[in-house]
């Protein structure tokens, strides 16, 4: 099987590399995705989960990291249709030069290697080093842009999470040096970690828990090593914001789950899910009142994925595990839509200025759709597939601490509240705006697409998904 | 099963009436439109024909709908059919009201917009009070919050109504944080969505539950200190807009409220005191600070508070009595309370539509620009009396009878046993019935100001009746105010016979039927003594020549010996500012000073959380805005020296 | 030899680690924090080497010569060039720190660190010895991470960086070796990384165009079919 992907997988970077024309890099670049979206649906039919790739056992793709390879293959699938436009947008607006595009699409599909490659790590310290060219090869994509804000962007991104990522790999060396002395079998595949946890020296299991946090936070977006985050997503070009936030921020929570999911059960559990938990409400505290701010309209969206984030650790602390696996989900297609609709109203007017958007349902109306079924959707309408996780979520959240219920409730209005504002600022901003921009039909798919995927959801929850989610819950030992 | 279909084809028909609004939002005809209120008003009919069924002797009704993979279940039991009549009720004659008050409204998106939402919004109404389900309760209840946001919304133009859209989603929106509080409290505790079979709340958390929920419905019910969003949305709203929202959508709250209080164990005193607090202060405060409101639907708004807060103290004494064991007397004052629920849905729907209506002929909502509509809308101004006099609690009309009902109970509080209680009873029955005598008064002044006397301005001058069909939408609930109000000893003995307890009412048929008696009678009488000749001529105006409008009793002349005698609870805040042409002050160059009136709740309560978050937001703002790289480094730096030192502290 | 003389060796190495690293705080030459930087890692390699020497397992051994290969050659070599394109030849200013606070700053690290880590001793099962290395490893990851954010030009920010990688090294020889693969994964990720940072770092100092032309190095390639 490693043989198909990996020739696949050489066979885009060729193609790429050898292709002549911006269209041709697009299809090729479409056609990976496809194929990255479909090898998960394929495992999961075929039910030959969890799939071996070598002996070693470091590539193994089991239900959680086939969901998480779906929702990426989706996103890049959907970025890739909306990069076709937007390329040609940028391009004539002269923000990304034609010999930059090349390197553009080189950088998409190898993201998209090495997002696959990180979702199918059993070894701990592979995942890592897959999360780390993830971090690399995301900063070439943002400073593929002609602005020197974006060198400055891209320079946060790499120091912040870098230097976080090395504690992480500190505590991977303890947890490899753990399982040493626990179960006398050194290893750091994901798999013999969780079967021998109750072996591990349970101190030992959360120092090194708390070192691995560190860092896949950074990667995640998780306050204080948030900072990073909001000016990369929104100096990114908005296709490439769409893959920072809907897809590269899930390593970090995935990793933080996996890992998470061998110090739970030890005794030193509760702590571990306390300090989950006063990241999380710290995060979410953080981020919403950031949102407050009401200049930027990509940054607005960046901080309510940081704020997204600190959720779903909050999820993680309450053990509502089945819930954050959907929330993962809902979020990436809700943050793809909004980023998508931004970069409509990027291109219309030139700004993402909040004060200058103006008119826009009569310029790009349906960008102004867009944004507000995304807005609608994130801040957890009843009828949109953010509700449901929301609610069982507080509500655990509510069983373990009351207390810290509340706050985040409130946190959550303060946020809900910067989304309404978005969407009044949208309906009610009047103005003699410039002629309409021609927007490319394949940027409109996408958007289109993404609303009635979140209609869909809204109103239909699916069994087989139901029993996925349990699946993975099972498998990570965290039900009940 | 008729009911339940009546009741599911109902749902439909809003739904495809939504729908279709929405398909047809550009459509320009105006037959379009009235297909789409014909279609919410059918579907009002059935909700009023299943609640009905309910209502008189049926068995509850239950099925369940699918909801995102969710199953909610749905039940109409008395209490919901109660609720479901109401709305069904009001929902009929707004939607009548507004088969000519939609041409109106603007835009022709705006128009099938609206109607689109007002679907939505009676849905959502109707769905949160059949559901028993307490997700579905909470899906329902948040799609009736935002399509009354939109509601709102429509005249998004104007800047107060952007203001009030903002404040009204942010106040409904703590509600709904609280109910999603108090629901999740329930679910862990008692292990199941079903609202029916809430047990085994440990004491602690019922008091929990009660509080978050008594804060939550209380914040959308509007009761003080939480009023603030009604005045502000009610007058930024479409008249039938504001009727439906003032006349049903707070009673959902309500519905809400008594519900969950019915269900929940281990009652304490001190729930029922809470809630007599909230409504007596509510009452009293609501209907002073409707006093001094020149503005004709924001003094409406602040008669909802006042009337919120009326039902308030009749739930409350219910609990009150009821932790007494005094069964019938808490029956009596549920009863009240729900009576009153529907009395006020009726005649401030009522009054909401003829304010509607007023305004929309002057083009004006402050009343002092009013005055002498009587002549030019002669049917308004009926259609009005009647609703005043509903709210000021005159007999015979429904609104005397259910605040009768209240006095009965606060009388009957002798049987309670603590003396301390019978005496802060007594404090409430005071504080309730100067409320009451302010209503009225209150009424007469908007009344007396926007019907009588002469026109203030060229537009009430102009004013002109409002078309049939606005005029039959108020007549419908007026014929039922006076109707329930006349025939309330009969309805309550037939309720009484059913929920075995007895009423001690006056026969207010037979007193209205002797009082017109004696009417005609002397009518006759005077008529036939008086010689018939008409003779016109100008009131002595103290000699002075010509009179005009400028000469009449204003509106705040009516009220300012009440606003006198409560200037403690009007704070003021007096601004005088001068500037001199010279140093030494003496040379007066311009100067400014204002009286204004100090929004107690909003300078003490709001502003301040208001401001505390702004500033936070900015400062974070500031911090995390930085070009350099440096200060974010540091940051992660401390935080993991932080982490360091606390797993040198945690792990030992 | 024997494992004492070996240890003594080590010990030995570690102060000089110490001196070089209180060496890299101050330095204001970037040429000669560049060198400071390479003589750290060859101490570090001969620590290595020594711990092969000790307990015989290939994997230090791999370790030193790739150590060698890549931080005392390639990555010096990379970050010369850059120097020498950014013409720039000091880095004076500090950030919220000077040489003696950030020093001082540096034995209140080691302190917290040792008491930090002192919970886990018995359960990594160390003795004194490897527990001092240790926790020299991790200090020294702290203290490049103050070297990062207290100096202002990337290079150095790139040098701090390394300095933590080099600490992460150490730690993993005290503590227990890492599978090889991954060790030279991870020296292939710093390169990257290294590379990525001076390309940043001199599209901070150059033009858009410049920047884009180093970045980019399939530019040519692309310009030819333009031209079509």
């Given at each position: 099987?490693?043989?198909?992907?990996?020739?696949?997988?050489?066979?885009?970077?060729?193609?790429?590399?050898?292709?002549?024309?911006?269209?041709?890099?697009?299809?090729?670049?479409?056609?990976?995705?496809?194929?990255?979206?479909?090898?998960?649906?394929?495992?999961?039919?075929?039910?030959?989960?969890?799939?071996?790739?070598?002996?070693?056992?470091?590539?193994?793709?089991?239900?959680?990291?086939?969901?998480?390879?779906?929702?990426?293959?989706?996103?890049?699938?959907?970025?890739?249709?909306?990069?076709?436009?937007?390329?040609?947008?940028?391009?004539?607006?002269?923000?990304?030069?034609?010999?930059?595009?090349?390197?553009?699409?080189?950088?998409?599909?190898?993201?998209?290697?090495?997002?696959?490659?990180?979702?199918?790590?059993?070894?701990?310290?592979?995942?890592?080093?897959?999360?780390?060219?993830?971090?690399?090869?995301?900063?070439?994509?943002?400073?593929?842009?002609?602005?020197?804000?974006?060198?400055?962007?891209?320079?946060?991104?790499?120091?912040?999470?870098?230097?976080?990522?090395?504690?992480?790999?500190?505590?991977?060396?303890?947890?490899?040096?753990?399982?040493?002395?626990?179960?006398?079998?050194?290893?750091?595949?994901?798999?013999?970690?969780?079967?021998?946890?109750?072996?591990?020296?349970?101190?030992?299991?959360?120092?090194?828990?708390?070192?691995?946090?560190?860092?896949?936070?950074?990667?995640?977006?998780?306050?204080?090593?948030?900072?990073?985050?909001?000016?990369?997503?929104?100096?990114?070009?908005?296709?490439?914001?769409?893959?920072?936030?809907?897809?590269?921020?899930?390593?970090?929570?995935?990793?933080?789950?996996?890992?998470?999911?061998l110090v739970a059960k030890s005794s030193m559990g509760h702590e571990a899910s306390m300090m989950v938990l006063v990241f999380g409400i710290?995060?979410?505290?953080?981020?919403?009142?950031?949102?407050?701010?009401?200049?930027?309209?990509?940054?607005?969206?960046?901080?309510?994925?940081?704020?997204?984030?600190?959720?779903?650790?909050?999820?993680?602390?309450?053990?509502?595990?089945?819930?954050?696996?959907?929330?993962?989900?809902?979020?990436?297609?809700?943050?793809?839509?909004?980023?998508?609709?931004?970069?409509?109203?990027?291109?219309?007017?030139?700004?993402?200025?909040?004060?200058?958007?103006?008119?826009?349902?009569?310029?790009?109306?349906?960008?102004?759709?867009?944004?507000?079924?995304?807005?609608?959707?994130?801040?957890?309408?009843?009828?949109?597939?953010?509700?449901?996780?929301?609610?069982?979520?507080?509500?655990?959240?509510?069983?373990?601490?009351?207390?810290?219920?509340?706050?985040?409730?409130?946190?959550?209005?303060?946020?809900?509240?910067?989304?309404?504002?978005?969407?009044?600022?949208?309906?009610?901003?009047?103005?003699?705006?410039?002629?309409?921009?021609?927007?490319?039909?394949?940027?409109?798919?996408?958007?289109?697409?993404?609303?009635?995927?979140?209609?869909?959801?809204?109103?239909?929850?699916?069994?087989?998904?139901?029993?996925?989610?349990?699946?993975?819950?099972?498998?990570?030992?965290?039900?009940? | 099963?008729?009911?339940?279909?009546?009741?599911?084809?109902?749902?439909?028909?809003?739904?495809?009436?939504?729908?279709?609004?929405?398909?047809?939002?550009?459509?320009?005809?105006?037959?379009?439109?009235?297909?789409?209120?014909?279609?919410?008003?059918?579907?009002?009919?059935?909700?009023?024909?299943?609640?009905?069924?309910?209502?008189?002797?049926?068995?509850?009704?239950?099925?369940?709908?699918?909801?995102?993979?969710?199953?909610?279940?749905?039940?109409?039991?008395?209490?919901?059919?109660?609720?479901?009549?109401?709305?069904?009720?009001?929902?009929?004659?707004?939607?009548?009201?507004?088969?000519?008050?939609?041409?109106?409204?603007?835009?022709?998106?705006?128009?099938?917009?609206?109607?689109?939402?007002?679907?939505?919004?009676?849905?959502?109404?109707?769905?949160?009070?059949?559901?028993?389900?307490?997700?579905?309760?909470?899906?329902?209840?948040?799609?009736?919050?935002?399509?009354?946001?939109?509601?709102?919304?429509?005249?998004f133009e104007k800047e107060e109504t952007r203001k009030a859209g903002i404040f009204y989603f942010v106040m409904t929106q703590l509600s709904?944080?609280?109910?999603?509080?108090?629901?999740?409290?329930?679910?862990?505790?008692?292990?199941?969505?079903?609202?029916?079979?809430?047990?085994?709340?440990?004491?602690?958390?019922?008091?929990?539950?009660?509080?978050?929920?008594?804060?939550?419905?209380?914040?959308?019910?509007?009761?003080?200190?939480?009023?603030?969003?009604?005045?502000?949305?009610?007058?930024?709203?479409?008249?039938?807009?504001?009727?439906?929202?003032?006349?049903?959508?707070?009673?959902?709250?309500?519905?809400?409220?008594?519900?969950?209080?019915?269900?929940?164990?281990?009652?304490?005193?001190?729930?029922?005191?809470?809630?007599?607090?909230?409504?007596?202060?509510?009452?009293?405060?609501?209907?002073?600070?409707?006093?001094?409101?020149?503005?004709?639907?924001?003094?409406?708004?602040?008669?909802?508070?006042?009337?919120?807060?009326?039902?308030?103290?009749?739930?409350?004494?219910?609990?009150?009595?009821?932790?007494?064991?005094?069964?019938?007397?808490?029956?009596?004052?549920?009863?009240?309370?729900?009576?009153?629920?529907?009395?006020?849905?009726?005649?401030?729907?009522?009054?909401?539509?003829?304010?509607?209506?007023?305004?929309?002929?002057?083009?004006?909502?402050?009343?002092?620009?009013?005055?002498?509509?009587?002549?030019?809308?002669?049917?308004?101004?009926?259609?009005?009396?009647?609703?005043?006099?509903?709210?000021?609690?005159?007999?015979?009309?429904?609104?005397?009878?259910?605040?009768?009902?209240?006095?009965?109970?606060?009388?009957?509080?002798?049987?309670?046993?603590?003396?301390?209680?019978?005496?802060?009873?007594?404090?409430?029955?005071?504080?309730?019935?100067?409320?009451?005598?302010?209503?009225?008064?209150?009424?007469?002044?908007?009344?007396?100001?926007?019907?009588?006397?002469?026109?203030?301005?060229?537009?009430?001058?102009?004013?002109?009746?409002?078309?049939?069909?606005?005029?039959?939408?108020?007549?419908?609930?007026?014929?039922?105010?006076?109707?329930?109000?006349?025939?309330?000893?009969?309805?309550?003995?037939?309720?009484?016979?059913?929920?075995?307890?007895?009423?001690?009412?006056?026969?207010?048929?037979?007193?209205?039927?002797?009082?017109?008696?004696?009417?005609?009678?002397?009518?006759?009488?005077?008529?036939?003594?008086?010689?018939?000749?008409?003779?016109?001529?100008?009131?002595?105006?103290?000699?002075?020549?010509?009179?005009?409008?400028?000469?009449?009793?204003?509106?705040?002349?009516?009220?300012?010996?009440?606003?006198?005698?409560?200037?403690?609870?009007?704070?003021?805040?007096?601004?005088?500012?001068?500037?001199?042409?010279?140093?030494?002050?003496?040379?007066?160059?311009?100067?400014?000073?204002?009286?204004?009136?100090?929004?107690?709740?909003?300078?003490?309560?709001?502003?301040?959380?208001?401001?505390?978050?702004?500033?936070?937001?900015?400062?974070?703002?500031?911090?995390?805005?930085?070009?350099?790289?440096?200060?974010?480094?540091?940051?992660?730096?401390?935080?993991?020296?932080?982490?360091?030192?606390?797993?040198?502290?945690?792990?030992? | 030899?024997?494992?004492?003389?070996?240890?003594?060796?080590?010990?030995?190495?570690?102060?000089?680690?110490?001196?070089?690293?209180?060496?890299?705080?101050?330095?204001?030459?970037?040429?000669?924090?560049?060198?400071?930087?390479?003589?750290?890692?060859?101490?570090?390699?001969?620590?290595?080497?020594?711990?092969?020497?000790?307990?015989?397992?290939?994997?230090?051994?791999?370790?030193?010569?790739?150590?060698?290969?890549?931080?005392?050659?390639?990555?010096?070599?990379?970050?010369?060039?850059?120097?020498?394109?950014?013409?720039?030849?000091?880095?004076?200013?500090?950030?919220?720190?000077?040489?003696?606070?950030?020093?001082?700053?540096?034995?209140?690290?080691?302190?917290?660190?040792?008491?930090?880590?002192?919970?886990?001793?018995?359960?990594?099962?160390?003795?004194?010895?490897?527990?001092?290395?240790?926790?020299?490893?991790?200090?020294?990851?702290?203290?490049?991470?103050?070297?990062?954010?207290?100096?202002?030009?990337?290079?150095?920010?790139?040098?701090?960086?390394?300095?933590?990688?080099?600490?992460?090294?150490?730690?993993?020889?005290?503590?227990?070796?890492?599978?090889?693969?991954?060790?030279?994964?991870?020296?292939?990720?710093?390169?990257?990384?290294?590379?990525?940072?001076?390309?940043?770092?001199?599209?901070?100092?150059?033009?858009?165009?410049?920047?884009?032309?180093?970045?980019?190095?399939?530019?040519?390639?692309?310009?030819?079919?333009?031209?079509?």
């Amino acid at each position: 099987m490693l043989i198909v992907i990996l020739s696949v997988l050489i066979a885009v970077m060729l193609a790429i590399i050898l292709s002549r024309s911006l269209n041709m890099m697009n299809y090729v670049t479409v056609f990976h995705s496809v194929f990255v979206a479909l090898f998960p649906v394929y495992l999961l039919v075929k039910g030959v989960l969890p799939a071996v790739f070598h002996k070693s056992r470091y590539l193994v793709v089991d239900t959680l990291g086939a969901y998480e390879i779906l929702i990426t293959g989706v996103i890049f699938f959907f970025a890739a249709i909306y990069a076709k436009g937007y390329v040609a947008c940028l391009i004539k607006e002269g923000e990304l030069s034609k010999a930059n595009v090349k390197l553009f699409y080189l950088g998409y599909n190898s993201l998209l290697l090495a997002m696959v490659l990180a979702f199918s790590s059993n070894n701990l310290s592979v995942l890592w080093i897959f999360a780390e060219i993830t971090t690399i090869v995301s900063a070439v994509l943002i400073v593929t842009l002609n602005a020197k804000e974006n060198i400055v962007a891209a320079m946060k991104y790499v120091f912040i999470t870098s230097t976080a990522m090395l504690f992480s790999f500190i505590g991977l060396i303890l947890l490899f040096a753990a399982s040493k002395n626990g179960s006398g079998a050194a290893t750091l595949n994901w798999d013999a970690l969780l079967q021998a946890s109750h072996q591990i020296q349970p101190q030992l299991l959360f120092f090194s828990f708390v070192f691995i946090f560190i860092g896949f936070a950074a990667k995640s977006g998780i306050v204080p090593f948030h900072t990073w985050l909001p000016p990369s997503h929104s100096k990114a070009a908005s296709d490439v914001s769409v893959l920072l936030s809907g897809s590269v921020l899930n390593i970090g929570i995935y990793a933080i789950l996996r890992v998470y999911a061998l110090v739970a059960k030890s005794s030193m559990g509760h702590e571990a899910s306390m300090m989950v938990l006063v990241f999380g409400i710290i995060t979410v505290g953080i981020a919403s009142l950031s949102m407050l701010q009401k200049t930027n309209l990509k940054k607005l969206i960046a901080y309510s994925s940081v704020e997204s984030m600190g959720f779903m650790l909050i999820g993680i602390a309450a053990g509502n595990i089945f819930w954050v696996l959907y929330f993962v989900a809902a979020h990436a297609m809700v943050k793809a839509l909004l980023f998508f609709s931004a970069g409509i109203i990027h291109r219309q007017y030139g700004s993402m200025s909040m004060a200058e958007i103006k008119g826009v349902f009569r310029l790009q109306p349906l960008a102004a759709l867009g944004l507000i079924i995304g807005s609608v959707a994130i801040i957890g309408t009843p009828l949109f597939p953010m509700f449901m996780p929301k609610f069982y979520i507080i509500a655990s959240l509510a069983k373990a601490s009351l207390f810290s219920a509340i706050i985040l409730l409130l946190f959550l209005l303060i946020a809900a509240g910067s989304f309404v504002w978005l969407i009044l600022q949208l309906v009610t901003m009047q103005g003699a705006a410039p002629e309409p921009y021609e927007i490319y039909p394949s940027m409109k798919i996408p958007i289109l697409a993404l609303i009635l995927l979140l209609l869909v959801f809204g109103a239909y929850f699916p069994l087989p998904l139901s029993g996925i989610l349990a699946e993975m819950v099972s498998l990570l030992g965290l039900g009940g | 099963m008729m009911p339940t279909l009546f009741f599911q084809s109902g749902v439909g028909l809003l739904l495809i009436a939504s729908f279709l609004a929405l398909v047809f939002l550009h459509v320009k005809q105006s037959r379009i439109r009235k297909c789409f209120l014909a279609l919410i008003i059918l579907a009002c009919v059935l909700f009023l024909a299943s609640s009905l069924s309910v209502l008189l002797g049926g068995d509850a009704l239950a099925f369940y709908l699918m909801l995102s993979g969710l199953r909610v279940s749905l039940s109409i039991d008395v209490l919901a059919a109660f609720f479901i009549g109401i709305i069904g009720l009001v929902g009929l004659s707004v939607a009548i009201y507004s088969l000519s008050y939609v041409e109106h409204v603007g835009s022709e998106r705006k128009k099938n917009f609206m109607l689109s939402m007002m679907a939505v919004f009676i849905l959502s109404m109707v769905l949160v009070v059949a559901s028993h389900h307490l997700l579905g309760f909470l899906v329902f209840w948040e799609l009736m919050s935002i399509s009354s946001l939109f509601l709102v919304l429509i005249d998004f133009e104007k800047e107060e109504t952007r203001k009030a859209g903002i404040f009204y989603f942010v106040m409904t929106q703590l509600s709904t944080v609280f109910l999603i509080f108090a629901f999740a409290l329930i679910y862990n505790h008692a292990g199941t969505l079903e609202i029916i079979t809430i047990r085994g709340l440990p004491p602690f958390i019922a008091s929990l539950v009660f509080v978050s929920l008594a804060l939550g419905f209380g914040i959308k019910a509007g009761a003080i200190p939480f009023h603030k969003w009604l005045p502000y949305a009610h007058p930024a709203s479409p008249s039938p807009i504001s009727a439906l929202m003032s006349g049903v959508m707070i009673k959902v709250a309500i519905y809400g409220i008594v519900r969950f209080i019915l269900l929940l164990p281990d009652k304490k005193l001190w729930w029922g005191i809470l809630i007599l607090i909230l409504g007596t202060s509510s009452a009293l405060l609501g209907v002073i600070y409707a006093l001094k409101e020149h503005d004709l639907k924001r003094l409406l708004a602040y008669h909802s508070i006042e009337n919120i807060g009326i039902i308030l103290i009749g739930i409350g004494l219910y609990m009150l009595f009821s932790w007494y064991s005094q069964p019938a007397i808490a029956l009596l004052a549920l009863f009240a309370a729900l009576f009153h629920t529907l009395n006020h849905a009726l005649f401030k729907s009522l009054l909401f539509l003829s304010a509607g209506s007023v305004v929309h002929a002057t083009h004006t909502k402050n009343i002092e620009k009013m005055g002498g509509l009587m002549k030019t809308m002669p049917y308004t101004a009926a259609l009005f009396l009647i609703g005043a006099i509903s709210i000021s609690a005159l007999p015979p009309l429904n609104g005397f009878v259910s605040e009768l009902m209240l006095f009965q109970v606060f009388f009957s509080s002798g049987v309670i046993a603590s003396p301390m209680m019978t005496l802060v009873l007594f404090f409430a029955l005071s504080l309730f019935a100067l409320t009451s005598a302010l209503a009225a008064a209150c009424f007469v002044k908007a009344f007396g100001i926007v019907f009588l006397a002469l026109p203030r301005s060229k537009e009430a001058e102009m004013a002109k009746e409002s078309g049939p069909a606005m005029i039959l939408g108020q007549a419908i609930l007026a014929v039922l105010c006076i109707g329930l109000g006349v025939f309330s000893f009969q309805i309550f003995q037939q309720v009484g016979q059913k929920a075995g307890i007895s009423f001690d009412l006056p026969n207010l048929l037979l007193i209205s039927a002797t009082a017109v008696f004696i009417g005609a009678v002397i009518f006759i009488a005077v008529r036939g003594i008086s010689n018939r000749n008409v003779r016109i001529s100008e009131t002595w105006g103290c000699g002075i020549a010509s009179q005009n409008s400028r000469m009449e009793y204003t509106a705040s002349g009516f009220s300012d010996p009440i606003l006198t005698i409560f200037s403690s609870i009007y704070r003021t805040k007096k601004i005088n500012r001068r500037s001199f042409h010279d140093h030494d002050s003496a040379v007066f160059k311009e100067g400014h000073a204002e009286v204004l009136l100090l929004r107690f709740f909003e300078e003490y309560l709001y502003l301040p959380v208001v401001r505390l978050i702004r500033f936070l937001s900015s400062f974070l703002y500031k911090v995390q805005n930085k070009v350099e790289l440096d200060p974010y480094l540091l940051s992660s730096f401390v935080a993991i020296l932080a982490l360091l030192l606390y797993l040198g502290v945690a792990i030992r | 030899m024997t494992i004492q003389l070996i240890d003594e060796l080590i010990k030995v190495c570690m102060v000089l680690l110490v001196v070089l690293t209180a060496l890299v705080i101050s330095r204001r030459n970037l040429i000669s924090l560049i060198n400071t930087y390479a003589l750290h890692s060859l101490v570090l390699s001969a620590i290595a080497f020594l711990f092969f020497l000790g307990e015989g397992a290939n994997v230090f051994l791999y370790a030193s010569i790739l150590t060698i290969i890549t931080k005392l050659w390639l990555i010096p070599a990379l970050l010369k060039r850059t120097q020498k394109i950014m013409k720039i030849y000091t880095d004076l200013e500090y950030h919220y720190l000077h040489p003696t606070s950030s020093i001082f700053l540096s034995l209140f690290i080691v302190i917290i660190v040792f008491l930090a880590f002192s919970g886990i001793k018995d359960d990594l099962g160390l003795d004194p010895f490897n527990y001092f290395g240790v926790v020299m490893g991790f200090s020294l990851v702290l203290i490049g991470f103050m070297i990062i954010f207290s100096r202002i030009k990337i290079i150095t920010k790139t040098i701090g960086y390394l300095v933590m990688e080099n600490g992460v090294v150490l730690l993993s020889f005290f503590v227990g070796e890492m599978p090889f693969l991954i060790e030279v994964m991870v020296l292939m990720d710093l390169l990257a990384l290294v590379a990525i940072t001076s390309i940043l770092g001199f599209g901070m100092n150059s033009s858009i165009e410049e920047f884009h032309k180093r970045l980019n190095p399939f530019r040519n390639w692309f310009k030819k079919v333009d031209e079509k």
